[in-house]
């Protein structure tokens, strides 16, 4: 039973990587939410071959009763129905018995919001964050980058040098699943990039004059990784709220990344274009920025539409009758 077990979820993987890119940390959910399934229909003397239906919706019962948050249970169903699915379409089965189970759904959660003063703060603390100028001209490229690109964070801080070269106006960048994306960058990143770069560059020089070997990322570290890790980088951004005076709680990487994108939209940028340069497969998972587009449509009624500005003409005109 054991071999089964690992025989279905290795070859199941495998396609995943194989046919649609999945990313590595998607794998290793998958692995361990099947793992986790497996495990509860061994002690109901189940298995992948045998479980039905009211196994699959007993397992989902038994998850809510860990107390699991919806997103958990959801994404626990997401690999359940996939993997049955899968060894439907190879004939490991003739039959899907997760195919009509529902989901507990996610609660949508708004990103936590910055404000563009905020973020300008923030970048001014970062150009004066460091012990030395390197520092500060690295925190400074950092910080520009992921506004400028709203790219992720692993994917900035692992970001090859070569993905810099050439044409300083666009960036390409790696994402999930090794998809690539161009992404623009505006004047400030580009001046923060190219004077980074003329640092790194002499830093790599430096190195190899000693024989040692010159680094393959823009952001290179003594680490295992080669790399400045995400949790280095976590904690730097932190510092640079405190620097700048805004709510640390509310400061992350990826509150960089939600601003990149609200503060597009507000703007006027279009959520296809926003869901190309934030790497998202799919346009839904985009559409939780719209929340701004929307509070701008009320602002631009309340400001522009004839009746709005009658009942403020008239408003102005009683205050200015009563203090007459």
Request: proline share 4%; net charge positive; with cysteine.
């Amino acid at each position: 039973m054991q071999t089964d077990t690992f025989h279905w979820i290795s070859t199941f993987l495998e396609a995943q990587a194989a046919e649609l890119g999945a990313a590595t940390n998607t794998l290793l959910a998958y692995g361990r939410d099947l793992k986790d399934f497996d495990s509860y229909l061994a002690q109901r003397d189940r298995d992948f071959t045998s479980a039905t239906r009211n196994d699959v919706e007993s397992y989902m019962v038994w998850c809510d009763a860990q107390g699991l948050a919806k997103s958990t249970r959801a994404r626990r169903l997401s690999a359940i129905k996939q993997l049955y699915r899968f060894a439907f379409e190879e004939g490991l089965r003739t039959d899907n018995p997760a195919i009509q189970i529902s989901g507990p759904g996610q609660d949508k959660r708004l990103p936590k919001i910055l404000s563009p003063q905020e973020v300008d703060r923030l970048l001014d603390a970062a150009r004066n964050s460091g012990r030395s100028l390197q520092d500060r001209l690295r925190n400074t490229c950092l910080m520009e980058l992921l506004y400028a690109t709203g790219m992720r964070v692993s994917e900035l801080v692992s970001l090859p040098v070569s993905a810099t070269r050439g044409d300083p106006r666009l960036l390409l960048i790696m994402g999930k699943g090794g998809k690539e994306r161009l992404v623009p960058l505006s004047p400030p990143a580009r001046v923060a990039l190219s004077e980074w770069l003329l640092v790194r560059d002499k830093i790599d020089a430096e190195a190899q004059e000693r024989k040692l070997p010159a680094s393959r990322f823009l952001f290179p570290s003594r680490g295992a990784s080669g790399y400045l890790t995400r949790h280095r980088f976590y904690l730097m951004i932190k510092e640079f709220s405190v620097t700048a005076g805004v709510d640390p709680t509310k400061v992350t990487p990826h509150t960089l990344r939600h601003a990149f994108a609200t503060h597009l939209l507000a703007n006027g940028a279009d959520l296809r274009s926003i869901q190309t340069m934030l790497g998202h497969a799919d346009v839904a998972t985009t559409e939780i920025y719209t929340h701004v587009l929307e509070a701008r449509l009320s602002e631009l009624v309340l400001e522009n539409h004839p009746l709005a500005k009658a009942a403020r003409r008239k408003s102005g005109g009683s205050t200015s009758s009563d203090g007459q």
